[in-house]
């Protein structure tokens, strides 16, 4: 299904926010002029973007004073995003920027990581292993093993990734939950993981991490 424009600019404008930081809550847009011009757009579809982002709570418009981010908008919680998680941005295109990013996370966080965060890494690798035998709800734990991970590279730009990645984790953990060789590789491709962080060997990890989220692009039918 092919996004409306419209869904779309509300994506980008919503990248703005919680991705690169442009605007912080409270904080007023461009004018409508600038904006749309920016984003190479009409002023129509400029205006029905904002409206989806105005109707899950994430702009305001103020009477005579023009477009705000709300004060209370939380931009590190991924539910603020869950309006992004149907047609409007799909598996495959949320996959596509794991691989491209969290395969050099594993490398330079298992070169950076200290010896405290690579144990916390192991610890949330294990905490899932026991929630999927258990068959408990993994997803904010999975989002800690990543996160952990994201953090060790000590690159502050790498954390501003972490809406993206929570988002596409959330698809892929619905997507698994019926289908056993998913389940069953995220259990080895995560120890695979663990071990070569463990054993201070980035190449190895980054190879792991590419593996990993290979497999879920093939298994959860989004290559």
Do not use: C, W
């Not at 409007?88 to 491209?100: G, P, S, V």
């Not at 294990?126 to 904010?140: A, G, P, V």
């Not at 060790?152 to 698994?176: C, D, R």
């Amino acid at each position: 299904m092919q996004k409306r424009l419209s869904d779309s600019v509300a994506d980008d404008i919503m990248s703005m926010i919680a991705i690169e930081k442009r605007f912080n809550p409270g904080e007023k847009l461009p004018n409508e002029n600038e904006l749309s011009e920016e984003l190479h757009i009409s002023r129509t579809t400029l205006r029905e973007a904002i409206r989806i982002l105005v109707t899950n709570g994430v702009l305001e418009i103020r009477r005579g004073r023009g477009t705000f981010v709300k004060e209370d908008l939380d931009v590190n919680n991924v539910e603020h995003l869950s309006f992004l998680a149907d047609a409007k941005i799909n598996a495959r295109d949320l996959y596509e920027m794991r691989l491209i990013f969290e395969p050099e996370a594993a490398f330079y966080a298992t070169l950076r990581a200290s010896d405290a965060e690579i144990k916390r890494i192991v610890e949330y690798g294990k905490e899932i292993e026991r929630k999927i035998n258990h068959n408990e709800d993994r997803t904010e734990v999975e989002q800690q093993f990543h996160q952990s991970i994201m953090k060790a590279t000590h690159n502050e730009f790498m954390e501003k990734l972490m809406p993206v990645i929570y988002q596409a984790i959330n698809k892929g953990v619905i997507l698994s939950t019926k289908r056993e060789l998913a389940i069953k590789d995220t259990i080895n491709d995560h120890k695979m993981i663990m071990e070569f962080m463990e054993s201070r060997n980035p190449e190895g990890a980054k190879s792991a991490m590419r593996i990993h989220i290979l497999h879920a692009m093939n298994e959860l039918g989004i290559v």
